[in-house]
């Protein structure tokens, strides 16, 4: 915790357009998160955000593998495997999971509520 204040990411399973996750991301960015990771259950699109503090993060077989798992076919156990992964990993002192479509709002800077 940096000066007492803490840290936070936001993580979020998506699969949607470019600019709804762009939005997204740049939002949370804005309110304080250090970090934004999207975890795409679908294709990357070549119009997303990318920089130093965003993620995309391809669900393939090949990300499976990389866990020793196969691709769950229910998707509340495909986001638990995928947020258990990024909470374990989270070198932040909170993280934040969210659907793609919520965006924190609060009436002080949101580090300051956590």
Known sequence: ???????????????????????????????????????HDGPLDRDLRHGDCVEHIAVDDDFWASMGLTRPEDNNDRQRAIYDRAVAACPFDWTLILDIDEFIVAPTPLADSL
């Open 1 to 39: 915790m940096p000066n007492g204040v803490p840290t936070f990411q936001v993580i979020a399973m998506a699969r949607e357009r470019a600019d709804i996750i762009n939005r997204f991301t740049t939002y949370h960015l804005g309110v304080g998160a250090r970090r934004v990771v999207i975890y």
